[in-house]
Each structure stands twice: as structure tokens, then as C-alpha cells.
């Protein structure tokens, strides 16, 4: 596919997510009789583009229930049992804007997509008495209130599981301010919301939340003062987790104490974690250990890896959690990812635990780096198939896993993956062991003499 990539459609909105184009992908999307729900972060252009599509969706008579300003989550929320559009471009920056389609609080798939681009600028209308109708549909307390709802059942606590917790929240002027620090307070936690006035030109800081771009946030927690630091991307689909001193925890051990809360609590007997090829082994150890088992999708696919694993399964299984760093999925409460969720579920993690630290505890981390070799993309496929050969010839221990990518696993829990970037000319390597210089290293030198063959 050209139009859609790992997360829907995305790019500059002067080039290519153009109010043109989000007529067309309506009308493509668009189904007779069908309710569309359309929604959009803070940006700048999202108003011409929901206003565009809306149009589009409305040309062949679907109908349109306009949520305004929301966090994808909301959105995703709102399209159970019906459809859903989201206009975002997540933690890219403020002149890109994107397109995200939904069916009953889950992403479109490949094949969805597929159909939808096929159909883009070959779409007929509806005739001119039957096209859809429009209304303003406010989702955003049901939201909130069914994330607070989730996070007391799942702990089985009395109304504000989070008493006692102070919580500092970045909300890095996206639309995560509509809902997180909203449904933290209402179960307890004192809150205190930074950069939490929407705007679409992110001020604050950059969208995407990183430990580059949240020193603002680890300065103001540096004190000692709040016991937690939560921070989100534009959307609020992301959500990165600070310690009270103001260190980022690492994504994978976030992602590994939460699978394993998961699959302790589960009732079944073959509980699943789905992740991605590039999340760590600490996540299996955990996952293991507390009785479950791990398994591994493309990135961006995380639904899809729900559905696989569903299929597969019997009655003794249940996916109980799905994750990216830093992206979750909360089965039980819906099939979209959702930072907010994350973010009071993990708070009630760490009064759980009774801290950070003791949350962390049962994670082994060992060091973890990522960095990227200049390729051509035209050279991809051809790197991409040498390196299936050519490392597990130059790593004879390691288990071996090639779809997708080249995943590597060694007896120690060291791990590293190689695989090509999707939107750079690059071909990128993952690495986590206790030596873990040398481990890239030596995958570099594979890499690049596989590079070389094509030069």
C-alpha cells in the first residue's frame, strides 16, 4: 500500500493529507446507512479536515456524529458498534496532520485499508435525497467515566483507588488534558497538569514525549515532590511513565509489569500477551514467570495480532494484554490502544506496589540501545532476505525468528532484531544484553556488509 502506513494515513498537511484527500478517503470509506463517529486532535487543521470529511462520509449516505476535540481513545471508544474517524498524526509535528478508520473500537485492518485506498477517487455518491445527516455528539464524560469504572473494577477497591498518590501530568498541550488528569483526579490522586491548554502548535515542547523532550517534566518532578510522572503525545494514545525523582522508566519494563499483572489475574489457563518484535525479553521473563506466554505481531498491528491469537486459541485461551513501548491495549476494556487507560491503570500499579521502585523490582533491565545504518530503500528487500542467512550464520546459538525481520534470542536473555524502517532509509537494529556495545557491534558489521553487496 502507498496511502496507509503502520497508523493510518499521516503526513504533511500541504502535501498530502489534504482536505482533498480526506473527501476522497470519506467517500471511499463511506456505507450507505452506517453511522460514521468523527472526531480530531488539536491541530491547527483539523477543523478543515473533519469538515471535509464529514462531507465525504455524508456523500454516500452515512451518517455523522460529530465529537469535536477528543483523544483518539475517546474516539475509538465511541465507534463501538458503529464506525469511527480519527483525524490525527499522534506525536508528529504541528504541520502534519493524519487519518485513522475504526470499526467497533478496532483499528481497520490490512485488507480494510486496501479496500478503502482501491476506492479512493472511484467512489460513487449516493443520490442527492439520500445523503447521511449530521449531529454534535459529546463523548468525553462517558469516556472518562468508563476508564475510572475499568480501573476500580480491575482493583476491586472502594471509589478512589489512587488516594494518597500524587501524580504530575505532562499533557504536552494535546488532547490528553481533556481526560487524563480528569479521570486520575477522580479516583484519587492529587494532580497537578502541566502544558494542559490544547494547541496544535505544541509550544510546550514537541509532541512525541521522549526523555529529550520531557525535561521540563523531570525538572519539576527532580524535588521529590509527586510520586509519579505520566506524560502523553498529542493523541493520547502514547503514554511514558516517569519515576518521582524524574527518570523515564523504561518502556518495556512499563509494558512487562503490566502484562504480568494481567496474566496473574487471569482466569483462564493460557493467557497471551501479544507485543512486537522490537519489545524486550524482560517482557517474556516476566510473562513467564507469572504463568503465561508472549507472542509477537509486526509493529502497528497490534489488533491484529489480538484477532490472530483469538483465532488460534480455545476456551482456555485469552489475550489478556497488547502493547508496543509506550502503545497499550486493554482487551477487557476495549480493543484500541489508550494512553489514559495506561495512565490510571498504572497509577493503581503503583499504590499496588507501594512505589515505583517496588514496582520495578521484579524487572531485570539490562542495557538496551537502538541505532540505524543508512540503506536505500530500494536495497531493503534484498538486504532484508541476505540478513535471514547471514545472521544466524554469524550468531549459530541464537534462536531464530524472521517474520518480522530478524529477531535474534540468546541463552542469556539477550536479544537484538534487525528490520527495516517503514518510513527512512535506514535498516534498524535492536539490541539488549548486559554487554550490549558489543552486541551491536557485531550485528553492525552483518548489516553493513550485507548493505555493501548491493553498493
Request: proline share 5%; charged share 25%; hydrophobic share 45%.
Amino acid at each position: 500500500m502507498t496511502l496507509f502506513g503502520t497508523a493510518g494515513i499521516r503526513g504533511p498537511v500541504e502535501e498530502q493529507v489534504t482536505p482533498e484527500l480526506a473527501l476522497s478517503v470519506g467517500q471511499a470509506a463511506g456505507v450507505a446507512g452506517e453511522t460514521f463517529v468523527v472526531g480530531r486532535d488539536g491541530r491547527e487543521t483539523g477543523p478543515a479536515l473533519a469538515a471535509a470529511m464529514e462531507a465525504g462520509l455524508e456523500s454516500t449516505g452515512a451518517d455523522v456524529r460529530r465529537l469535536g476535540q477528543v483523544p483518539t481513545p475517546a474516539l475509538a471508544f465511541a465507534s463501538q458498534g458503529r464506525h469511527g474517524v480519527m483525524l490525527t498524526a499522534s506525536h508528529n509535528p504541528p504541520a502534519d496532520n493524519g487519518i485513522k478508520l475504526f470499526v467497533d473500537g478496532v483499528e481497520y485492518d490490512r485488507d480494510e485499508e486496501e479496500a478503502v485506498e482501491a476506492a479512493v477517487g472511484d467512489s460513487e455518491l449516493a443520490p442527492w435525497d439520500e445523503w447521511g445527516r449530521s449531529e454534535r455528539l459529546d463523548v468525553l464524560d462517558a469516556y472518562r467515566d468508563a476508564v475510572a469504572t475499568y480501573v476500580r473494577d480491575r482493583f476491586g477497591t472502594d471509589a478512589t483507588p489512587l488516594s494518597g498518590l500524587s501524580v504530575a501530568v505532562d499533557c504536552g498541550t494535546g488532547v490528553g488534558a481533556l481526560a487524563t488528569p480528569q479521570v486520575l483526579e477522580s479516583l484519587g490522586a492529587e494532580v497537578v497538569a502541566l502544558n494542559a491548554t490544547v494547541d496544535g502548535h505544541f509550544p510546550a515542547r514537541e509532541s512525541k514525549p521522549t526523555p529529550e523532550t520531557l525535561t521540563d517534566l523531570a525538572a519539576f518532578l527532580a524535588d521529590g515532590a509527586f510520586d509519579l510522572g505520566l506524560a502523553h503525545d498529542g493523541d493520547a494514545d502514547r503514554l511514558v511513565v516517569l519515576d518521582g525523582d524524574g527518570d523515564v522508566i523504561h518502556e518495556d519494563t512499563i509494558l512487562a509489569v503490566v502484562a504480568a499483572s494481567y496474566v496473574r489475574t487471569a482466569a483462564v489457563a493460557d493467557p497471551v500477551v501479544v507485543t512486537t518484535p522490537n519489545a524486550s525479553a524482560r517482557i517474556d521473563e516476566l510473562v513467564r514467570d507469572a504463568g503465561g506466554r508472549v507472542e509477537r505481531v509486526r509493529l502497528g498491528a497490534l489488533h491484529e495480532g489480538i484477532a490472530r491469537e483469538r483465532e488460534r486459541g480455545d476456551a482456555d485461551t485469552e489475550v489478556v494484554f497488547a502493547a508496543e513501548p509506550w502503545k497499550h491495549v486493554h482487551p477487557a476494556f476495549g480493543g484500541w490502544i489508550d494512553g489514559i487507560a495506561s495512565a490510571a491503570l498504572v497509577a493503581a500499579l503503583v499504590v499496588e506496589a507501594g512505589g515505583t521502585d517496588a514496582l520495578r523490582e521484579p524487572v531485570t533491565e539490562r542495557p538496551y540501545r537502538k541505532v540505524s545504518v543508512d540503506c536505500p530503500d530500494e536495497a531493503k528487500e534484498t538486504v532484508m532476505a541476505r540478513l535471514e542467512t547471514a545472521l544466524p550464520e554469524a550468531f549459530p546459538g541464537a534462536a531464530v525468528d524472521t517474520d518480522y525481520g530478524v529477531r535474534l534470542e540468546f541463552d542469556d536473555a539477550a536479544w537484538t532484531l534487525v528490520r527495516p524502517s517503514g518510513t527512512e532509509p535506514y535498516v534498524r537494529i535492536y539490541a539488549e544484553s548486559d554487554d550490549v556495545d558489543q552486541l551491536i557491534a557485531d550485528v553492525s558489521e552483518v548489516v553493513e556488509a550485507a548493505i555493501d553487496e548491493e553498493r
